[in-house]
């Protein structure tokens, strides 16, 4: 017969193939005494519907950030809707705006959120008539006389004209559509936050690819003066070697230094040319020389703190964690929609009209014709065919309560690798600084020590070499800084509320249709009454 499908997805029975034959009488008896797969008192507590009713599944989250006693990782909420402010940069303002309006992605995930509210309207209508039909036409019929009983047919030629109108109404008695518009609800709202969750990490991407632009400017500025350093040590070697103080080898040695740090200009300035492509991108323009829009900039800085909440924000707070919880509980209805199947499907047919044989009589009061009157439909024996559909069902939800757990999982990871950056990220490059600053004064102390013939050329070429290294990890760690508190502010799910500034609070759905309201970012679904 049919049963109920536990937590785990685990049937407690089923119609057996050797009895089918033998019991089909009593199936279609066991049928009328039960009230299926729900009990009569959920079906009356989950408001005249079969299936079960949806509750927000946990979700793994710590209780505290592993740095939370680091003074510079503040534990009370603030507003990041415009985190990328902190920097106090009019460029990557400017970007991030920029790409809001035109990322082509995006616009993708603009009309998606669309297409599920055309979804949910097509769900909506399924509650009111399904049939609603209006037909006519003119016919001309031949009866063949040759036939028996042809003398039933006194007039062989004649004409039919017709007109009317026909109605099928399956009513919802058992919630199928009710479920399936919950379904259609929530997946709208997962599309919403799907919508945000692009717009999270396209802002997150534009302001990375930023500050990896402005710290290959800084390389290559760090790279054309170490140049001008190592064409400077050159003519001192050289001049030397002309004048029988040095030999050949500081030459030699001097040149290839330099070719070797002039070698490392071309491989920066592709990255540089990588980054400003993938920022055209981002911005949904083709690809261009940003230069005159960026112009010269220095790599952002940051605040040396951060206010991240709590890690059990982000089950508020990331867009994708509140799609995967959404998705789980579109899922949920579609076990009510499979566990109707397990019922009679009452339905109300009418059909009326007029039908005449000439044009004139249609409408006369003789033409009338109708009928009118309730009916069902009910597919008995296939059983364990829906209570496999009802397992499906069930299974798919259960695997989206575990991807909105993995999600939310990997949301507090994700926090934590941002923090651990941007944190660790100031002290070094506090050292680099050190470091920097030590190597520029060796090398200027070994060149006069050089030029004075108290120290041989290796040691200026080793301290040069250093001098190179170090001031390119100190660009890229003072870049990582910015990067750390981008993935921070990215992790925890902020940005997405700028698509709240179009009209003072209205939200505007942009690029998917001039003036195309959005629907509210839904919160997530509360216990099931």
């Known amino acids: 017969m049919y049963v109920r499908i536990g937590k785990t997805g685990e049937a407690v029975g089923c119609l057996g193939r050797t009895r ?42 710590a209780e505290h950030w592993i740095d939370a006693n680091d003074v510079r990782v503040r534990s009370e909420t603030e507003d990041d809707s415009h985190w990328w402010t902190v920097f106090n940069d009019p460029s990557l303002s400017d970007l991030v705006q920029t790409a809001y309006h035109q990322n082509l992605n995006l616009r993708q995930a603009g009309f998606r959120v669309l297409e599920a509210r055309a979804a949910l309207g097509i769900s909506v209508g399924e ?63 997962a599309s919403v936050e799907n919508y945000d969750d692009v717009l999270v990490v396209l802002i997150g991407d534009v302001a990375s690819t930023y500050v990896q632009y402005r710290v290959l400017e800084q390389q290559i500025a760090y790279t054309r003066e170490d140049i001008k350093l190592q064409t400077k040590i050159l003519d001192i070697a ?83 964690v509140r799609r995967a919880e959404r998705m789980a509980a579109a899922q949920c209805a579609q076990i009510g929609i499979a566990e109707s199947d397990f019922y009679p499907q009452i339905s109300l047919d009418a059909t009326f009209g007029w039908s005449a044989q000439q044009l004139k009589d249609l409408f006369a009061h003789g033409s009338f014709y109708g009928t009118v009157g309730p009916g069902f439909q009910w597919e008995i024996l296939n059983y364990c065919r829906i209570l496999n559909n009802v397992r499906m069902q069930d299974a798919k939800f259960q695997e989206l309560v575990t991807n909105y757990q993995q999600t939310a999982l990997q949301a507090n990871g994700e926090v934590e690798d941002g923090l651990a950056r941007f944190l660790k990220s100031q002290e070094e490059t506090r050292y680099a600084k050190e470091s920097v600053v030590a190597a520029q004064e060796s090398v200027s102390e070994a060149m006069t ?10 040691r200026v070429a080793v301290l040069e070499e250093q001098l ?46 001039a003036g195309q309201p959005l629907p509210k970012a839904s919160q997530p679904a509360p216990a099931a009454k």
């Open 449 to 458: 020590q050089y030029s004075n013939g108290l120290t041989d050329f290796n």
């Open 238 to 320: 050289t001049a030397k070697y002309k004048g029988g103080q040095a030999s050949k080898l500081d030459v030699n040695q001097a040149q290839s230094n330099l070719s070797a740090t002039e070698a490392v200009l071309p491989r920066l300035e592709i990255s540089l040319r990588e980054a400003d492509d993938r920022l055209c991108i981002l911005l949904g323009i083709p690809p261009e020389d940003l230069q005159g829009r960026l112009g010269a900039g220095p790599i952002p800085v940051t605040p040396v703190s951060v206010a991240v909440g709590i890690p059990g924000d982000l089950l508020r707070r990331r867009p994708d």
């Open 127 to 189: 509650l009111f008539p399904q049939t609603q039909v209006m037909d006519g036409g003119y016919s001309r019929h031949g009866v063949s006389v040759n036939v028996a009983n042809r003398v039933a047919t006194p007039q062989r030629w004649f004409s039919s004209w017709s007109y009317g109108f026909g109605l099928a109404w399956e009513l919802d008695f058992w919630g199928r559509f009710r479920r399936a518009i919950e379904s259609a609800d929530d997946t709208l709202d």
């Open 468 to 513: 190179v290294t170090r001031q390119n990890q100190l660009a890229q760690a003072q870049g990582d800084i910015g990067l750390g508190l981008i993935q921070v502010y990215k992790a925890i799910g902020g940005g997405w509320q700028i698509r709240c500034d179009a009209n003072a609070g209205t939200e505007i759905l942009p690029n998917a249709g």
């Open 20 to 61: 089918s034959a033998r019991l089909s009488a009593a199936v279609t008896l066991a049928i009328l005494s039960h009230s299926g797969c729900t009990t009569f008192s959920e079906y009356f507590n989950n408001g005249f519907k079969v299936g079960p009713n949806y509750t927000r599944p946990p979700a793994p989250v």
